[in-house]
């Protein structure tokens, strides 16, 4: 399963009733995908657990699309493979 579907999963677990086909790069996570701050924390927990690591909030300020996210987890696991 690529990042994407995976973050894609997560979004979906946190907010249920988000249609699937709204989930792309570009989308916001606010305005787009009605991810408010609670939601946002949330989503952080369901990426811990889908991938295995800590999201630090530093990290996870500026991340306003899901292709952030993507950038995100992608830059995590290749620092965690070397």
Known sequence: MSI???IKGA???VQPGVDGERITSSALLDDDL???SLGRVE?????EEAFGFYLPD???EDIT???DI???IDSKLKTQDA
């Open 4 to 6: 994407f579907e995976q």
């Open 11 to 13: 979004i979906c677990k």
């Open 43 to 47: 989503l952080a927990l369901a990426l």
């Open 65 to 67: 699309t899901v292709g």
């Open 70 to 72: 993507v950038s995100l």
């Open 58 to 60: 530093e990290e996870l």
């Open 34 to 36: 009605d991810i408010d």
